[in-house]
Antibody
Framework: QVQLVESGGGVVQPGGSLRLACVASGFTFSTYGMHWVRQAPGKGLEWVAFTRSDESKKYYADSVQGRFIISRDNSKNTLYLQMNSLRGEDTAVYYC??????????????WGQGTLVTVSS | SSVLTQPPSVSVAPGQTARITCGGTNLEIITVHWYQQRPGQAPVLVVYDDSDRPSGIPERFTGSNSGNTATLTISRVEAGDEADYYCQVWDSSSDHWVFGGGTKLTVL
């Protein structure tokens, strides 16, 4: 079965950096687009970033453009999110999700359980 | 960019039918997806491409999309359906994936 396991969350000071990882299993990772989606405490879902299976295209939400970098290592079945210049409003649970490749709009399909990032001094 | 509008809350008695709406300009020309998020859990895709169900999702969950409104219909509602529900679309003009604000379904 599909499994996505996020790690790397924690407490970081404003302006700091953090790198999240998401290890995938149960599907052919190298053929799937992948998303990061976040959820601030008590708030709704916010899409963060997407990468195609071969990293040929990457897209970012306006709120993280220029600060976050999505990447992947298909040999390790791992997705990453490098987060720089962190702000208080980046505090959230971060989920990775694979894309539904049979859909023309590649929505998030299976989701991991998430990792909490807290930006605070 | 796309803005999706959902009612903050919907209440329904067990066994009845719940309808959760998602409004947006020209929504009928793009495909809508729906997610269920139970308290303390990760979201689960329950409907994609307006009306398709992933494997394992009960037939009680159906989706439709017409005009400027997409609708998630949950028939024969059960206590376990109590959750937050989010609609989502892909905005091709910006290559952004957009979520609605979410609707809390309460089973009375």
């Amino acid at each position: 079965q599909v499994q996505l396991v996020e790690s790397g969350g924690g407490v970081v000071q404003p302006g700091g950096s953090l790198r999240l990882a998401c290890v995938a299993s149960g599907f052919t990772f190298s053929t799937y687009g992948m998303h990061w989606v976040r959820q601030a405490p008590g708030k709704g879902l916010e899409w963060v970033a997407f990468t195609r299976s071969d990293e040929s295209k990457k897209y970012y939400a306006d709120s993280v453009q220029g600060r976050f970098i999505i990447s992947r290592d298909n040999s390790k079945n791992t997705l990453y999110l490098q987060m720089n210049s962190l702000r208080g409003e980046d505090t959230a649970v971060y989920y990775c999700a694979n894309a539904v490749m049979t859909s023309g709009s590649w929505p998030p399909g299976y989701w991991g359980q998430g990792t909490l990032v807290t930006v605070s001094s | 960019s796309s803005v999706l509008t959902q009612p903050p809350s919907v209440s329904v008695a067990p066994g009845q039918t719940a309808r959760i709406t998602c409004g947006g300009t020209n929504l009928e020309i793009i495909t809508v997806h729906w997610y269920q998020q139970r308290p303390g859990q990760a979201p689960v895709l329950v409907v994609y491409d307006d009306s398709d169900r992933p494997s394992g999702i009960p037939e009680r969950f159906t989706g439709s999309n017409s005009g400027n409104t997409a609708t998630l219909t949950i028939s024969r509602v059960e206590a376990g359906d109590e959750a937050d529900y989010y609609c989502q679309v892909w905005d091709s003009s910006s290559d952004h994936w957009v979520f609605g604000g979410g609707t809390k379904l309460t089973v009375l």
